[in-house]
């Protein structure tokens, strides 16, 4: 990290954090004020935090500022002071990165775990290749596979154990450090007694660490935008590529993996549906394609001579990449004035609460979400407006 980039926005600044991990560097931004978004990769502080805190956390290394929107050049700080700090903190960053966990709610990095990350390694490359063998031998996902191999790795680490010396008390005594120190989110810590149970009940062969207790889920409402805040998205989107894919996600219910894995062959237009292949859970599902984008794919291939992806990446032989995606929607949100916090996600969320409150049935719902159980789909009852749901408030029917 030669450079440090601040990039002002409305309400935050935004700080990537470097590829190279330096465990000093990271508590200190903590310790700083900073959040770290382990999803975007990036420290997230207040819009008020002022340039001196930034050079107190960062010593010796230049920071170059930008301001969106702004039409003043970047302001650059600190670019000739400090050099015997810089060369010591370039010194620090060179370290490599441990793995992180995906998808984790919790939105909390797997580097501020009360474990320091530069404790000696206890999960040796032999486990670490008899559970990826076995994980794939069962077909798991790639995020599970590195979700499962992170958390055996993080708890072996953490305690200072091989695999051989952890106890069914070990893991408790990790489960209560991950909730009591860190805060991470039920599902993170669901996540991690799936990963835990799987290795020594198929790589290790050990039933002492049998099934336990398990958190309550976190019981947190999605986010849904209003038509007239769709609107706005989608009419401030330019770039056709952009436009269509943000088009696609709302009208048709999709994940972020399965539209940047959509193929031409994919698209039944005459039919107006989409075949979705290998969906969560490795299943298939057909879902509508609306008039609109159907006719907007029409004029987007022809244009683009579209050939397989739908959404090509770089290099143009891969498709698009699900950070690219989720990048495209949240610099559209912004430019749209939303302030709502809202993911891409949110727009699948926002598909099923229109539907919803146009009268359309939960079980139809549930098939184009490709949702296994319907009460999955009926968290969304909780989000659509009282007028789908026939319900009057009572203050209404005395004044």
């Not at 990769?41 to 935090?49: A, I, M, S, Y």
């Not at 939303?338 to 139809?364: C, M, N, P, Q, W």
Request: include cysteine; proline fraction near 7%; aromatic fraction near 10%.
């Amino acid at each position: 990290m030669n450079v440090v980039y601040l990039f002002l926005e409305s309400g935050k600044i935004r700080l990537p954090f470097p590829d190279r991990y330096n465990p000093p560097l990271f508590g200190s931004m903590i310790r700083g004020g900073g959040r770290w978004d382990a999803e975007c990769r990036v420290f997230v502080f207040g819009r008020d935090t002022g340039n001196d805190h930034f050079r107190r956390l960062i010593p010796g290394v230049p920071i170059v500022r930008i301001e969106e929107g702004s039409p003043h050049p970047p302001e650059v700080l600190g670019f000739i002071e400090h050099p015997v700090e810089q060369e010591r903190f370039m010194a620090a960053s060179s370290k490599t990165e441990p793995e992180v966990a995906p998808n984790t709610e919790a939105q909390i990095s797997p580097f501020s775990f009360p474990a320091p990350p530069s404790l000696p390694e206890k999960f040796s490359d032999i486990w670490r290749d008899r559970l990826e063998a076995e994980l794939r031998s069962r077909k798991y996902s790639p995020k599970t596979r590195r979700a499962y191999i992170y958390y055996n790795s993080l708890i072996c680490r953490s305690l200072q154990k091989t695999p051989e010396e952890i106890r069914p008390a070990d893991v408790t005594q990790f489960l209560a450090l991950m909730e009591k120190d860190r805060e991470y989110s039920a599902s993170a810590l669901n996540i991690a007694i799936s990963a835990i149970k799987f290795f020594f009940r198929h790589v290790i062969k050990n039933d002492d660490i049998t099934e336990r207790h398990r958190p309550h889920q976190d019981g947190r409402l999605p986010v849904v935008l209003s038509k007239e805040e769709i609107s706005k998205i989608l009419g401030m989107e330019k770039n056709p590529k952009h436009r269509l894919l943000l088009m696609l996600v709302y009208s048709s219910g999709l994940r972020v993996s399965e539209v940047v894995s959509l193929k031409k062959e994919h698209i039944d237009l005459p039919r107006k549906v989409m075949h979705i292949r290998l969906g969560k859970g490795r299943k298939d599902r057909i879902t509508l394609l609306s008039e609109k984008a159907a006719h907007f794919l029409e004029e987007y291939y022809k244009f683009f001579g579209i050939e397989k992806w739908l959404f090509p990446g770089q290099p143009p032989t891969r498709p698009l990449s699900i950070r690219s995606a989720q990048l495209i929607f949240d610099k559209t949100v912004r430019r749209a004035g939303i302030t709502k916090k809202v993911s891409i996600h949110g727009l699948r969320h926002t598909f099923a609460t229109h539907l919803l409150e146009s009268g359309t049935d939960i079980r139809y719902i549930q098939n184009l979400l490709g949702h296994a159980s319907l009460r999955t789909t009926e968290r969304y009852t909780h989000v659509a407006r009282r007028s789908v749901l026939k319900i009057q408030s009572p203050l209404d029917t005395i004044l």
